[in-house]
Every structure is written in structure tokens, then in C-alpha cells.
């Protein structure tokens, strides 16, 4: 059995900041010198102190998520526009309406994943997306149907991005930074699916992308969804024959058309 954490000797943080605020109000007491540092959001939000919230900001998630004993997860990327298939008539373009096929590809697939993750008391094959709309959703859902938890990894945004209703509550995340944020998608991940999406989607699958061929994480399976989409906006090949790329690097990642190719791939990867 684990021993429990052994209390430490000195006063609480909270009972402090409970005292401060018993205290009587006076000049010297609302005067903003006074307030405990910690405590103190106008002080915490200064630019000076963006190292302390950078550090923060990866302690929090990673302490709830050790807490709560999630060992790894599979990772969900892909568009906030992308409408399920019952909303498809909302979407803005034909495009768009086509590519409800992968909201609920994407949810049929979170759905197989998280069925196995209870097989592993839910701490194992954890989905995680990030936390919006469209194929973060998508992920989520299947999860939530799956009857397991998931993650999602939010982010600030200025149309106000609020989470999925689909996301456990206790493993909904909101950021302020995208890098810490994006550091969070990779820690955990098993797998990294990417569904069609734009600037943001591309960004966070180039990124892992390089991070894997440079050597600075260790390859695992790499899945695009939708040969007729990547290979239309992605010429890969040419990348390739064009030197900019090596060879080799187009094995970095596999393409695949459904939920059941993408768990085969996962199953057969490095064999």
C-alpha cells in the first residue's frame, strides 16, 4: 500500500490567505504591496512572472493526470468546423458537409479505443483531444459512449472556445500557452491520429512530426485519416523527390480510411 505524504510542519497557504482576509481593513492592508504574492492575480499576470506560469501551467495537468493514474493516452486532432453527420446541413461549405464522415469516423474510433482502455482500468489508451468542437468532439463523444473518460485540452481563444460536453470534467484542461499545451498532447501519447482540419490542425501534426524526425521523441503510430484529403492538400511525394524531405521520412506516418485500419495499424506497428 502507498505510504501517505507526510505532513509537513508549516502553516497551510490557504489558512494564511483565510487569515488575510479576517483581517481589519485598512489603508495598509487593501494596499496591493501587502497582498500574499501567491495570491495575488495583478502580480501573478505580470510580465516578469510568465516563467513561474509557464512552469504552472505544466504542473497542473501533469499532477491531476499522475494523481488520477492516466499512464497513456491516444491522441485526436482535427478540425473545429467539421460538423457531425447530423449537422452536416449547418455546414458552411459542401466541403465541410462531406467531411462529417470523419466527426463520426473519429467517434467510432474513440469508441474501439476507449473500449479497450477499460480493459485496462481506464488509466491506458486514454483518448485525448483538444477539448472543442468538430473532431475534438467527435473523440470525446465516442468515449463518453464507450462509457470511459477522456481529455480534453483547451485552449484560450478569442471567440471563446468553451469544452465539449463530452469531455470528463475532471480531465477538462484549459491553457493559456499553445506550447505547453502542445507538450501535454505528446507526453502521454500512444498514438496520434490526425483527421482533415486546418491551420491548427497542420500545425500540431508538423510539429510532431518534426519532433519525431529530428530524434526528439521516440516514433509511435502516426495516422492520417483520409488518403483523398492529405494527398490533395499535401504532396508528399514531391516533398520527397524535391530533397527538402528524406525518403525515409514518408514512413513517419501511414495513411488510413477507418476506425478498424487505424487500430490494425496500431496493433502492427513495429512489427
Not at 492516466?70 to 462531406?98: C, M, W, Y
Not at 497542420?202 to 518534426?210: N, Q
Amino acid at each position: 500500500m502507498k505510504d501517505e505524504p507526510r505532513p509537513h510542519p508549516f502553516r497551510d497557504s490557504n489558512q494564511d490567505i483565510a487569515a488575510t482576509n479576517r483581517l481589519p481593513d485598512t489603508p495598509q492592508t487593501r494596499a496591493p504591496a501587502y497582498r500574499l504574492a501567491f495570491a495575488d492575480t495583478e502580480f501573478m499576470t505580470r510580465e516578469e512572472l510568465r516563467p513561474v506560469r509557464l512552469q504552472l501551467e505544466l504542473l497542473k495537468p501533469q499532477m491531476i493526470l499522475d494523481e488520477r493514474g492516466i499512464q497513456s493516452t491516444v491522441v485526436l486532432f482535427g478540425g473545429a468546423r467539421i460538423p457531425s453527420g447530423e449537422n452536416r446541413h449547418k455546414a458552411k461549405t459542401p466541403i465541410l458537409a462531406d467531411l462529417s464522415s470523419f466527426y463520426e469516423e473519429a467517434r467510432r474510433f474513440a469508441r474501439l479505443i476507449t473500449e479497450r482502455s477499460l480493459q485496462h482500468y481506464g488509466r491506458d489508451w486514454v483518448i485525448c483531444t483538444g477539448g472543442g468542437p468538430g473532431v475534438m468532439e467527435a473523440g470525446n463523444r465516442g468515449a463518453d459512449e464507450a462509457g470511459g473518460q477522456s481529455i480534453g485540452l483547451n485552449i484560450v481563444l478569442p471567440h471563446e472556445q468553451a469544452p465539449n460536453a463530452f469531455v470528463t470534467p475532471d480531465f477538462s484542461f484549459n491553457f493559456h500557452y499553445f506550447a505547453i499545451r502542445k507538450m501535454h498532447f505528446l507526453m502521454r501519447a500512444r498514438a496520434l491520429c490526425i483527421f482533415p482540419g486546418g491551420f491548427g490542425t497542420l500545425d500540431e501534426m508538423f510539429e510532431a512530426l518534426t519532433l519525431i524526425q529530428t530524434g526528439r521523441m521516440k516514433p509511435i503510430p502516426f495516422l492520417l485519416f483520409g488518403r483523398a484529403w492529405w494527398e490533395r492538400i499535401i504532396d508528399w511525394q514531391h516533398l520527397a523527390e524535391a530533397g527538402v524531405i528524406a525518403e525515409s521520412d514518408l514512413s513517419l506516418f501511414q495513411i488510413v480510411e477507418t476506425a478498424e485500419e487505424a487500430i490494425a495499424a496500431i496493433d502492427g506497428w513495429g512489427t
